[in-house]
């Protein structure tokens, strides 16, 4: 099973950002998944979570600004991200809890991709 991440780049403050999280090989099904950001010298944190059937939860600083969102039929999670500040420069990495073909239950981590927000 991989995670791939995708959707990265340099935006100015206040612009905005979509990212991607595909995942793919041997997968029965997908639990909750949730995107988490790392920014340099601080500790991982979380920003946003969906269930298997769409609740969802938000880290207080992104609410109204954010929007996580997934597209089970491709095994895709997504973060609409708004209004972003030069603060919530990170790598964001995508999370998933995968019950795979064999029966295993893991929790699954991307590589990682980095937003960078200028001011």
């Known amino acids: 099973v991989q995670l791939q991440a995708s959707g990265g780049g340099l935006v100015q403050a206040g612009g905005s950002l979509r990212l991607s999280c595909a995942a793919s090989?041997?997968?029965?099904?997908?639990?909750?998944m949730g995107w988490y950001r790392q920014a340099p010298g601080k500790q991982r944190e979380l920003v946003a979570t969906i269930s298997s059937e769409g609740v969802t939860n938000y880290a207080d600083s992104v609410k109204g600004r954010f929007t996580i969102s997934r597209d089970n039929a491709k095994n895709t999670l997504y973060l609409q991200m708004n209004s972003l500040k030069p603060e919530e420069t990170a790598v964001y990495y995508c999370k998933a809890n995968i019950l795979t073909t064999s029966w295993r239950r893991y929790d699954y981590w991307g590589q990682g991709t980095l937003v960078t927000v200028s001011s």
């Open positions: 090989g041997s997968i029965f099904s997908i639990n909750s």
